[in-house]
Every structure is written in C-alpha cells, then in structure tokens.
C-alpha cells in the first residue's frame, strides 16, 4: 500500500527557496548534505537543469560495498521541488541490475515560510519497490534518521548563521 511506503521529513530552514534549491540542483554538494552517509561523490558535474537529466553518484553500502547510481530526474520545478529516481549504473557491484530503476524515489519540496525562509520536505517514496524490499526497509521508516540529518546538514550549509 503507498500510504505505508513513503516517508518524509520537514524543517523550516532560515533560507530563501532558491537558495536551498541551488544546493539541491547541483550533484556536486550532495556529499555535503548527504545524512546517510552512503555518498562518496558526484561523478556528473553538471547541475541539474530539468526533468529528463541523469546525474551519477558514487555510492557506499556496507552489504554492498562501493557501488554508483544513476539518478534520473523526475521532478522539477525551480525553487519549489526536485526528485530523481535511481538506478544501478553499468559499473555498479552487480552489474545485472545496472539500467533497472528499483521503483523508489527521493524528492525535496520547498515551500515558501515568509521572505528569507522555506519549509522543506524530503521524502522517501519506495511504493513501487517489491514488497519483500520494502519490508525490509520497513516501508522507508528506516532512511527516516539519515532524512532528518540530511536537512540538519542543509540548513547549516545555507543558512550557517541560523543553523
């Protein structure tokens, strides 16, 4: 069921949208706000510019060991939301799942708190993932830590003042 498989996290962040939306379009400074800890780098230097682009990350998970994504953006609206759904790349560990999208995707939502603030959601949408994979994530509640660390660290990063 959807309703049990996505997840999301907010925070209001003393920062205007486009601000935070930099950030976010830009795969370079994901390292930088990455709470999960499983990011080692952009592989793709080019900022996000619109639904349909690929950026590529280099990835760590400790079943997995080092593996790369490509994420495929899937929403996009400047200064309001951005989303990519990822999938294994062709040089990832198992490289039989490389071009095949999991059915899970990762967005950001930014919503306008006054002149200079924005509330942000991020969330975690696994409702397309085969059921034994979502149970195992408990329907996304377990990235729900590495969510809220994730905007912890993108709040200090534009708005280090605030933070």
Partial sequence: MAGD???AVSRRIAAPAADIFALLAD???HLELDGSQMLR???TEAVVSGVGDVFTMKMYYPPVGNYVM???VVEYEPNRRIGWEPEPARSHADESEAGTRWGHRWS????PDGPAATVVTHRYDCSRVPE???IAMEGGRMWLESMTRTLQRL????APEAG
Avoid: C
Wanted: proline share 9%; charged share 35%; hydrophobic share 30%.
């Fill in 108 to 111: 950001f939502e930014l919503e």
């Fill in 132 to 134: 034994p994979d979502r």
């Fill in 155 to 158: 709040d200090e990063l534009v």
């Fill in 5 to 7: 498989s996505t997840v």
């Fill in 41 to 43: 780098g952009a592989v």
């Fill in 27 to 29: 795969p370079g400074r």
């Fill in 70 to 72: 490509d994420n495929h």
